[in-house]
């Protein structure tokens, strides 16, 4: 709801030169915070974890009326960040308990589903009431998640074995900051989520260039876009495999930031809304569910803390890079987009080769194996192999 307004709330501040530093502040303690968010969602449960992230967005968004310079701005933006530290963490690993394994792509599908119509919703809501008052955006953006908060206590505990928090649980050693097993899915996550850093920050002002009067429009189409295929690309990864779908979903990124670096009307920055849109709800699924494949249950906080990290980083980075290269000069809209191309591109390069070394290693498997009684092995093996 918030995050169209902020550039201008900035600018009006005095800070315009800080752009890039409105998204990456922000993901800076949201990456910070998971391995913490991820250990208490293991150990006190992944409820409690959900709405400490709420209390901090509802804390957050009351205090925005009462900023009065760019360097408390800042520090606000940077104490916003421990509500999606840990929120999402909780989330995910609380749907990752509920579902069958033959169904996880399908679940994170429906999970990035209702994500992806609070990220629709919220930013036209916000172009709406900013006509009125920017801070009544900014009450209403704490009111939603009070709302959150009263669903969340009304929600099943689903950690088995749960421990009463202690201060020593936030005493945490290297070897569990990060969760090796699912490194992978963790690179192609931060390499794809750059470009989402770069639209973030930027698109905003792209928006207004082109004189489009409610910033929160390009919000809309791309994730409505997104919503019309989280299902169908879930489903797709449990039935082909998650890496099939990231090659596809990677590549289609890669075109969307070219078309974005390609705009020069408002048709054409809804056509380039509408494909990364599309890239996004293939990707975010897919990256979930094989995280999930990858994970141990009772590491799955960690495991998904280790995949956020790698989303606060490339949305950091593509936030920061973006916000300096473009600079308030719109001759640099697409050199920016262009950059996030290139990590989109890196992506597209890093699943490909994942998934070609995992067709050698499964016809190295077939090969061994004895004619006589040999198994079939189905596409959502192939697909879901933890190896």
Known sequence: MIIPELPAYLTRLG???????????????????????GKLADTIGRIPVMVIGAVFSFVCGLLY???????????????????????????????ADLVPDDRRGEAMGMLGFFSALGTALGPVLGGEIVRHSIDMVFYTSSAFAIASIIILINMKETLVNKQRFSFSLLKIPPKEVLEPKVFRPSIAMLFSVFSFGVVLTITPDLSQYLNIENKGLFFLY????SLAVRFISGKASDTFGR??????????????????????????????SVVFGLAVGG???AIYAWTIDLSDPEKRGRAFATMYISLEIGIGLGALISGFTYGNNPANFQISY?????????????VLFNHQQKRKRMRVQNASLPDLGKPAISARARGNDSG
């Not at 800070?15 to 968010?37: D, H, N, Q, V």
């Open 338 to 350: 262009w950059i996030a191309g290139a990590t989109s591109f890196i992506a597209f390069i890093f």
């Open 243 to 272: 890496e099939p779908v990231l090659v596809a979903a990677t590549f289609v990124l890669t075109i969307s930031m070219i078309m974005f670096g390609l705009t020069t009307t408002p048709f054409m920055l809804a056509a380039s």
């Open 65 to 95: 009326p009462f900023v009065a310079g760019v360097a408390t701005f800042l520090i606000l933006r940077l104490f916003h960040g421990f509500s999606t530290g840990f929120k999402p963490t909780g989330t995910s690993a609380y749907v």
């Open 283 to 285: 990707t975010i699924p």
């Open 15 to 37: 800070g315009a030169e800080y752009k890039g530093l409105i998204i990456s502040l922000f993901t800076l303690t949201a990456g910070f915070s998971r391995p913490f968010s």
């Open 222 to 225: 791309f994730t409505l876009a």
